[in-house]
């Protein structure tokens, strides 16, 4: 038998027999967390592949994530198998992710009680100590759509059809098969950390490890607006008679869409008309934030915004606290000696504050704008002057965070958070999560206005998320007001831009795994014009 030699991430090398899977090699190397998969010139492998020819392999966990992206998926697959244990007719969607957890709700004959979640997470927590395998399979797509059709599960079989493969990457729990746009765990021992948080009205919050929390479960903080306000969404959806994708794509084959972009971009709007009502009935109100994270459409929030209060007889002024970043050799650096651009520091504070405190005292003020390519501000004779009908409108990072403007009393204040939640699932089981959506939407809006190539936008990415948690999450539940600025239709659209894009990342870049991942989600989405798209709409700040 002939024997390959295996040389490990730190350094240490063992042979073994050749076609031995990476599972059994994995045990030869322990790790503090649960090995996920397999890492071999920078692309991610199950851990059923088999090792033909001696190799470097990096194992990977939760902690990175490739790692995360799994965990997840065999979390879900660990609950939908644990639910139909107990409650076999129960029908389990997973609705989106939320703020470190997934929202899943099971739909079932009687209303869930929290004993019921209680047999449930012993049921998981059963299938865990049990190290259940899960098979994966190559599988023809005809035989696919005749399995989604015989579990009537529809809209499957439809995705399944717009595949343009052959074959399906399928796999089996016990006697579940089901399919995700990840790789999957070895056995259900992987998934040894969760919790699940009961919500009421048949919804359940997974909560698992993530890439920032250093493998352990962090605490789940319910936003009940942010999870209200898309379900209004998803009720919209249903109302368009569009509830996943399939019938998406049904629209752009039939040449429907460009009415269904129509009434999506009118709900958008309808959105700020009533943040607009909201202000104006404020009567103190003389400063308006906009805060939301990375590539959720501030600025275009804000323009929409402004000319809809324009129309109602105001002159509001907008700022961007992007244009009061510190100099770039002036940013505050991170505990890695990275610069931090997502913490409050990183804005000109004295700065910042001193040009508002001058607007508000009826002071004529030079804003800045911000140069990013040589990272420093400039003042190009940009003025502004508050009048008796005005408004600011500020739109930023930390627009939530007092500490942005402290001396300003709460009843001046008007708090806006939008949250980019895209309402068309994929499926039951599988939906694009708003961490995805909006890194696809920067990584197209990054090459387009800064050239930036993929990998640089996915290595800050990682950064901004962990920015994200620190500086905007915690502040959310301040928020006066929460507006959506996913547009169902989006992802088809972005899908032209970024498919090339994501398509240039080799296979000697350490984002190449993330790169075809992101693909893979994409391909079964039909491509839509941009054309179609409103000069005016959220999506034209990131496809131009």
Known sequence: MENITITFSNGKTKEYEKNTDFYTISLDYPMENKIIAAKVNNEIFPLDTKATKSETVEFIDVTSLAGYKAYQSGLKYLFLVAVSKIYPDADV???HSVPRGILSEVRMTHNLTSDDVSKIKGAMADLVERKERIYRYNMEVKDANKYYLQV????????????????????????????????MPYDTSAMNRFELVFLGRNRIVLVCPNVTSGANVPEYVHYENIVANFMASKQWLRRMQVPYLSQMNQLVSGSKVKDFITSNEILYTEDLIKASDKIISMRDVRIVLIAGPSSSGKTTTMKRLSAILRSRGYEPIGLSTDDFFVDRDETPKNDLGEKDY??????????????????????EVELPEYDFVNGVKVFEGKKAKLKDNSLLLIEGLHCLN?????????KYKFKIYLSPFIPLNIDRHNYISTLDLRLIRRIVRDNRTRGKKVDETIKEWQLVRSGEERYIFPYVY??????????????????????????????????FNEARRLIYYLQVFLPIPSEYVPKDSVLREFVG
Do not use: W
Request: charged share 25%.
């Open 93 to 95: 969607h997973f609705l």
């Open 478 to 511: 301040q928020a006066d007001m929460i507006i959506n600025t996913a547009l169902a239709y989006e992802v088809g659209v972005l899908k032209v831009y970024a498919e090339p894009l994501l398509y240039s990342v080799g296979i000697d870049s350490v984002y």
């Open 152 to 183: 009537k599960e529809d809209e499957k079989s439809k995705n399944i059809q717009s595949i343009p493969n052959d074959v399906v990457t399928m796999y089996r729990l016990e006697n579940k098969l089901n399919y995700f746009y990840t790789i």
């Open 342 to 363: 997502e913490c409050l520091q990183a804005i000109d504070l004295d700065l910042f504050n001193k040009t508002l405190q001058d607007l508000l005292n009826g002071k």
């Open 402 to 410: 007092d500490d942005l403007i402290p001396y300003i009393d709460q």
